[in-house]
């Protein structure tokens, strides 16, 4: 007989747990330390504070569900420098631009090495 009290038990600490995960994520990932990434309303700002250079940088918006990310590059990205990237330039591989109206975005990614080979990479929710 406990175990009709245990499953509405198990029922509510599931949801709560399910609640906690689909309302907690919020924060960047990754190497913080060494690149910086913020959204504006109309563009993607990357900012290196490596204290190095950064070379093959690649931004990327990946968006809901199974169709491919927009991305675009940066050749080179010096120390200390930040690059503003407009939404409208980055790409699908059809090279259709991006659009929050047409596509419902959920991650930013940034990664690129370092001039030591070092790889870098940097995770940021997206916010409409």
Known sequence: MPHRFIRPRLLA???IAGLAVACGGGGASGDLDK???MQTQFE???HNISGKALMDVLAEIKPAGPSSHYTTRIARLENGEKRGIAHTSFHDRDHVPFSA????????I???????GNAIRVELPFKK
């Open 110 to 116: 940034v990664s690129a090495k370092d001039i030591d």
């Open 13 to 15: 600490v599931a949801a």
């Open 44 to 46: 993607i700002v990357v």
């Open 35 to 37: 690149v910086e990434v």
């Open 101 to 108: 109206r047409t596509a419902k975005a959920t991650l930013i």
